[in-house]
């Protein structure tokens, strides 16, 4: 299985700070990755897919980018509804595998 | 629009086992796989399971594979998953959630765009 890993595991940030996460996937995988966002007691949102194509209606401070097994998630312009846990999925290959997560907090 | 609606949250002893159910709306029910995904308390995210509604076709995490099934009833655009031989350590929300396939660079995959509300699961004597 293709084990994820994700860095850092919580982030507390301002409101308009740029917040950086970072995920890393133990093989290649082809840039087949996805980012997730989770509210308490909801259903993970899928944000980006394809590691740096965003879904639709997901706003454009959202961002994705790729360097071989590394890929990261920028928030540019952190607002208070962006606040959750943020996961990402290996789409390469199954069993599909997530990440253990990332914390943005408010500071 | 879209949906896909789960049963409602279930209590069961160790051991015994549930069904749980999700609804699909607003699509042609064969055309996207149904997959299940469970989250335990605090914790992040795993696969399970998926199934092809269109054929029945599944496939399972190793894991579960022999403890979890995963059916389909096409006449009601519903997708079932069981489990048995329900632990403790079975308490989750399960979630049921469906593909988005896209290609790039020549490769075609998916990523869960529309995911249930989620049934929680509690396992305890």
């Known amino acids: 299985d293709i084990q994820m890993t994700q860095s850092p595991s919580s982030v507390s940030a301002s409101v308009g700070d740029r917040v950086t996460i970072t995920c890393r996937a133990s093989?290649?995988?082809?840039?087949?990755l996805a980012w997730y966002q989770q509210k308490p007691g909801k259903a993970p949102k899928l944000m980006i897919h394809?590691?740096?194509r965003l879904q639709s209606g997901v706003p454009l401070r959202f961002s994705g980018s790729a360097s071989g097994t590394d890929f990261t998630l920028t928030i540019s312009d952190l607002q208070p509804e962006d606040l959750g846990i943020y996961y990402c999925?290996?789409?390469?290959?199954?069993?599909?595998?997530f990440g253990p997560g990332t914390k943005v907090e408010l500071k | 629009q879209v949906q896909l609606v789960q049963s409602g949250a279930e209590m069961k002893k160790p051991g015994a086992s549930v069904r749980v159910s999700c609804k699909t709306s607003?699509?042609?029910?064969?055309?996207?796989?149904i997959h299940w995904v469970r989250q335990d308390p605090g914790q992040g995210l795993e696969w399970m399971a998926k199934?092809?509604?269109?054929?029945?076709?599944?496939d399972y995490a190793q894991r579960f594979q022999g403890r979890i099934t995963v059916t389909r009833d096409t006449s009601t655009s519903t997708v079932y998953m069981e489990v048995r031989n329900l632990r403790s350590d079975d308490t989750a929300v399960y979630y049921c959630?469906?593909?988005?396939?896209?290609?790039?660079?020549?490769?075609?995959?998916?990523?869960?765009?529309?995911w249930g509300q989620g049934t929680l699961l509690t396992v305890s004597s």
């Open positions: 959630a469906r593909p988005w396939g896209y290609c790039t660079g020549g490769v075609c995959s998916d990523a869960f765009d529309v």
């Open positions: 607003g699509y042609d029910f064969d055309s996207y796989y």
């Open positions: 199934i092809d509604p269109s054929g029945g076709g599944t």
């Open positions: 093989q290649d995988i082809r840039n087949l």
């Open positions: 394809a590691a740096s």
């Open positions: 999925q290996q789409a390469d290959s199954f069993p599909r595998t």
